[in-house]
């Protein structure tokens, strides 16, 4: 849809628009195929996203009544002001320009550590939400994590990444190795919550003292840790194991308000095993990204994806054969 097809359809569906002087910018962000344009009201001041999708992908036509259920359930997410869906156009909140990733650099106890303290907060209340006791207005979501998707990230990895970048011999002795049969196996056998399944830095907008969700229309049933390891093991920002260690220790607090019986060895086992499968699903997705669609700058976070995949494969609960491929 060309800029000015949005321009027009602003003005239709918002009266208080019709008239004003309307300023568009693009905004870039991520690989997910879809165009978000910041709106602004020149008479009002007023700023909202204009958010259009193709019908590539099935999971962006699910944002909208994702974000109802998120909005019903007092999950921060933005709000949607208007709705074209036969279009595949929404009018949503404008959450701002700042997310966790953009605080790099700021002190750790007065800016990132609040941050991140709010947003483990903010998907906690996705995580209370489990699969044995589904609320009725649940609505419909991807595919659950189970053995095939946990099996379809392990091999996304192997043949985006692995192949394309270490050699078809390694890919194949990995898919032959009982470790990452083990891995899915295992992960797969657990009780799952919501997750948000794709909680990076760049997916969380930081308001003051607030954050909230965005880019969560892949939400569906799975681990929570898979998400904690998504967000503090996350390729596209830093952390001293000193604060990461008190990214865990936080969440960890969250889950005994509600479990105090939690095991702090098997959650950092679990946590680990999550850590594994969630960086392999990275490295795949930087690999197709890169090499598929010609992303080129997804390239740059290869490196740090599997420094921490090594790293983590080491420790208990990770999967030693990854750090022995990895490392040649």
Same mark, same amino acid.
């Given at each position: 849809?060309?800029?000015?097809? &949005?321009?027009?359809?602003?003005?239709?569906?918002?009266?208080?628009?019709?008239?004003?002087?309307?300023?568009?910018?693009?905004?870039?962000?991520?690989?997910?195929?879809?165009?978000?344009?910041?709106?602004?009201?020149?008479?009002?001041?007023?700023?909202?996203?204009?958010?259009?999708?193709?019908?590539?992908?099935?999971?962006?036509?699910?944002?909208?009544?994702?974000?109802?259920?998120?909005?019903?359930?007092? &999950?921060?997410?933005?709000?949607?002001?208007?709705?074209?869906?036969?279009?595949?156009?929404?009018?949503?909140?404008?959450?701002?320009?700042?997310?966790?990733?953009?605080?790099?650099?700021?002190?750790?106890?007065?800016?990132?550590?609040?941050?991140?303290?709010?947003?483990?907060?903010?998907?906690?209340?996705?995580?209370? &939400?489990?699969?044995?006791?589904?609320?009725?207005?649940?609505?419909?979501?991807?595919?659950?994590?189970?053995?095939?998707?946990?099996?379809?990230?392990?091999?996304?990895?192997?043949?985006?990444?692995?192949?394309?970048?270490?050699?078809?011999?390694?890919?194949?002795?990995?898919?032959?190795?009982?470790?990452?049969?083990?891995?899915?196996?295992?992960?797969?056998?657990?009780?799952?919550?919501?997750?948000?399944?794709?909680?990076?830095?760049?997916?969380?907008?930081?308001?003051?003292?607030?954050?909230?969700?965005?880019?969560?229309?892949?939400? $569906?049933?799975?681990?929570?840790?898979?998400?904690?390891?998504?967000?503090?093991?996350?390729?596209?920002?830093?952390?001293?194991?000193?604060?990461?260690?008190?990214? &865990?220790?936080?969440?960890?607090?969250?889950?005994?308000?509600?479990?105090?019986?939690?095991?702090?060895?098997?959650? $950092?086992?679990?946590?680990?095993?999550?850590?594994?499968?969630?960086?392999?699903?990275?490295?795949?997705?930087?690999?197709?990204?890169?090499?598929?669609?010609?992303?080129?700058?997804?390239?740059?976070?290869?490196?740090?994806?599997?420094?921490?995949?090594?790293?983590?494969?080491?420790?208990?609960?990770?999967?030693?054969?990854?750090?022995?491929?990895?490392?040649?």
């Amino acid at each position: 849809m060309e800029l000015e097809e &949005i321009k027009s359809l602003t003005r239709k569906n918002f009266p208080d628009w019709s008239d004003a002087h309307l300023g568009m910018s693009v905004i870039e962000k991520g690989g997910s195929g879809r165009i978000f344009v910041r709106m602004r009201n020149g008479e009002t001041g007023q700023n909202m996203i204009a958010m259009q999708w193709s019908d590539d992908r099935p999971d962006n036509a699910r944002f909208a009544s994702i974000t109802d259920f998120l909005n019903r359930h007092d &999950i921060p997410a933005p709000k949607i002001y208007n709705r074209a869906e036969d279009l595949n156009l929404l009018w949503v909140e404008d959450l701002g320009e700042i997310d966790l990733g953009n605080l790099d650099g700021q002190d750790w106890d007065t800016f990132r550590k609040p941050a991140y303290f709010s947003a483990l907060r903010s998907v906690f209340l996705l995580h209370r &939400i489990t699969e044995n006791e589904a609320p009725d207005d649940l609505p419909e979501l991807e595919l659950s994590f189970d053995e095939a998707l946990y099996e379809w990230e392990q091999n996304y990895f192997l043949e985006h990444y692995v192949e394309r970048f270490l050699s078809r011999e390694v890919a194949d002795s990995l898919r032959a190795d009982e470790s990452l049969r083990t891995l899915r196996k295992e992960l797969s056998a657990l009780p799952r919550a919501l997750v948000h399944r794709d909680f990076q830095s760049t997916n969380v907008m930081v308001s003051g003292a607030d954050t909230s969700l965005i880019d969560y229309q892949g939400l $569906r049933w799975g681990l929570p840790e898979y998400d904690l390891a998504s967000l503090i093991y996350d390729p596209y920002t830093v952390f001293t194991p000193e604060e990461r260690e008190d990214l &865990i220790e936080y969440y960890i607090s969250l889950k005994r308000e509600i479990d105090p019986e939690t095991c702090e060895i098997s959650f $950092r086992k679990l946590l680990a095993q999550s850590a594994s499968q969630r960086l392999m699903q990275a490295l795949g997705a930087y690999g197709f990204l890169s090499e598929v669609k010609g992303k080129d700058e997804f390239l740059n976070f290869i490196p740090v994806a599997i420094d921490r995949l090594v790293v983590i494969s080491e420790s208990p609960g990770g999967v030693k054969v990854l750090a022995e491929a990895l490392r040649g």
